[in-house]
Structures are given as structure tokens and as C-alpha cells.
């Protein structure tokens, strides 16, 4: 699988505990080789886009209803999945507030709602008035009916924001979960605590924060100018 078909650590390593439950679990027999074989761990830093490369990606997406829900993904720091199945009654208007429910872990938790976000979320809801979701499932009749009681497919976000990301012509490629990471990038950038971060993000470690999280040109420049103090004494 690695070799031949060049397919993901991720995805070798369920390929091998499929093989282990089989000899152990349903044949009872030990293979000691599996406790060896496994892809090398990869460690690479994930994609990160300008906040004006971000823009022009979901400013080119002209269905209304996918725009709307990737700007709350971007604004929010949203996984796609937590984006498309967003509820009406998990905004908190008054505390600018998304409750996040059976997050990773499944664990809950409360990220700030831009006013903007806010703002782009009323205009649209006026159109589907779905009492429950705020991206529900369409059709091709009226669209998104009051009386859906699914959210919209996540596989249309994937492809409206992939063809949006063709037509601006960015360079290096990005997915929806760039997204996710661009944005602690940019608030790492502006000054905002790693810890707090990490707690928006919904993760348990800082150090998942940090490893997911592009060193910034403003940390860098800090570094510099630090390490430059220290040594200004130097004979």
C-alpha cells in the first residue's frame, strides 16, 4: 500500500489493525510482524493561506449557501463537519458565541462568532427559515425547504471551495481544512494566546495547537530582535 499505491500513514495503519483483529480476534493466532511493520510517522506542517488568500478563494464561490457556510468555517475555525451541521439554537447571539456539541472527544465547547459572521448568518437564514439547521438539505424543487431535517451534503462544500481555489489559481494546493489551520495561524500572528487557541480549536494538548500552527513572520521577527538584545554585549 505504501509502496505501490502511495496511499496515507492513516490509512496503512486501519489496513494493519484490520489484519491484527483478523489472526488475533477471529483465528486466535499471534503475528509477532505486525508489531514492527508500520509507515514512519510524517511530520509536515500544514498549509497555511494569507487572510486575503482566504477571501478570494470563498469571495469566488457563487452558490450562496456554501459561501456562507465556509466564511463561518474560516471566521470560526470550524472542521467541515461542524460547519455543515451548525443549528440555529447553538448560537448565542448575545455572549457572539458558536456552541460546539460532540466536538473531538466528544467534547462540548463554546468559539467567538465574529459580528460579520454574525451578521452574513442572519441575512442568509432569512431565505431557508429552517428552524434547526442553518444549512439544511436541498432540492432541486425549492431548495432548502423550512421542513428539512438533514443539513446539506458535506461533499458539495469540498467541491464548490476545490473549484474555487482552481479559478483564483493559488500555488499550492488547499483543502477546507486549510482553513482550520490558517485561521489559528493569523490569530497566533495577532497576538492571541496559544492557550487560548487551543482551547477554541477544541484540543487537549497545546502541543497538537502548536505542531498544527505555522511559526509566524511577526514570532519570528520578535525571536530576532530578542536574541539580538542578548547578545549586544558580546566582546
Known amino acids: 500500500m505504501r509502496n505501490q499505491k502511495h496511499a496515507a500513514r492513516t490509512t496503512c495503519t486501519v489496513a494493519l489493525c484490520a489484519i491484527k483483529f483478523f489472526y488475533e480476534q477471529t483465528l486466535q493466532r499471534h503475528w509477532p510482524l505486525l508489531d514492527f511493520v508500520r509507515p514512519p510517522q510524517q511530520h509536515k506542517l500544514p498549509v497555511v493561506r494569507s487572510p486575503e488568500e482566504v477571501w478570494r478563494v470563498l469571495g469566488q464561490i457563487r452558490m450562496l449557501h456554501y459561501r456562507v457556510c465556509l466564511s463561518t468555517i474560516s471566521a470560526c475555525g470550524l472542521r467541515l463537519p461542524h460547519g455543515v451541521q451548525r443549528q440555529v439554537p447553538q448560537i448565542d447571539s448575545a455572549r457572539m458565541q458558536l456552541h460546539i456539541q460532540g466536538g473531538k472527544g466528544n467534547k462540548d465547547r463554546y468559539v467567538p462568532l465574529p459580528p460579520r459572521a454574525l451578521t452574513q448568518l442572519r441575512a442568509y437564514w432569512v431565505t431557508p427559515?429552517?428552524?434547526?439547521?442553518?444549512?439544511?438539505?436541498?432540492?432541486?424543487?425549492?431548495g432548502a425547504p423550512p421542513t428539512a431535517t438533514a443539513p446539506f451534503d458535506a461533499r458539495g462544500v469540498q467541491r464548490a471551495f476545490q473549484v474555487a481555489v482552481q479559478e483564483v489559481g493559488l500555488s499550492k494546493p488547499a483543502t477546507v481544512h486549510t482553513l482550520r489551520h490558517s485561521w489559528a495561524t493569523h490569530l497566533l500572528a495577532a497576538g492571541v494566546n496559544l492557550r487560548l487557541i487551543q482551547v477554541w480549536r477544541g484540543h487537549a494538548a497545546p502541543t497538537t495547537t502548536a505542531s498544527s500552527t505555522h511559526l509566524t513572520h511577526k514570532a519570528e521577527l520578535l525571536a530576532t530582535d530578542a536574541l539580538d538584545r542578548l547578545t549586544a554585549g558580546m566582546p
Open 129 to 142: 427559515r429552517n428552524p434547526v439547521f442553518l444549512f439544511p438539505a436541498r432540492n432541486r424543487i425549492d
